[in-house]
């Protein structure tokens, strides 16, 4: 039987500690699939596309890793039909903790079957996050130490393309 997980998120963009946590996922599951919610409620910087291609782009080191999207609809009902019994989300701070807890408590109502498990990165990413990583790039600050150089080039392209506007 393969260990199968999935690893959720937005992923706007995708950087090193995300790319932390998926390699600790790798080293205890058989497969990976990495899971970009399109995410309708949360406005993003990249498109689903330039989502994709960037996250396709920095896993593609790994065999046993896949890349999905999931346009719409509840990430349990994705689970239960993608034969996946566990969820992988990556816990930075305690702050993050609470809401993790209550997505991985409904997310077990909604399919008894599936167990979250939480990574945590390694330390020099606990300030890590997209949403900083988009403000300090947009705003022309250097965020080479915490994303991909395939992210970065992104981030460079979609500020040229912005003239400086997060
Ligand atoms: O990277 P993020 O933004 O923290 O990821 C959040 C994500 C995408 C995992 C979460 O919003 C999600 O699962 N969305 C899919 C819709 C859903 O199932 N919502 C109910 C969660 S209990």
Do not use: C, W
């Amino acid at each position: 039987m393969i260990n199968k997980a999935i690893y959720p998120g937005t992923f706007d963009p995708f950087t090193n500690g995300h790319l932390d946590v998926l390699e600790r996922a790798v080293n205890i599951f058989d497969r990976v699939d990495v899971v970009m919610a399109e995410n309708s409620q949360k406005h993003t910087l990249f498109s689903v596309e330039e989502r994709m291609t960037m996250i396709r782009e920095v896993v593609s080191v790994f065999p046993n890793v896949g890349v999905d999207v999931l346009h719409d609809g509840l990430l349990a009902d994705y689970a239960r039909s993608a034969g996946a019994k566990v969820i992988v989300r990556g816990v930075r701070q305690v702050k993050d903790f609470e809401y993790e807890l209550q997505m991985s408590l409904l997310n077990r109502h909604l399919y008894p079957e599936v167990t979250t498990v939480f990574l945590m990165p390694n330390v020099k990413y606990t300030y890590v996050a997209s949403s900083i990583i988009r403000e300090v790039a947009m705003l022309g600050g250097d965020v080479s130490k915490f994303v991909h150089p395939y992210v970065l080039e992104m981030l460079s392209k979609k500020r040229e393309g912005r003239k400086g506007r997060i």
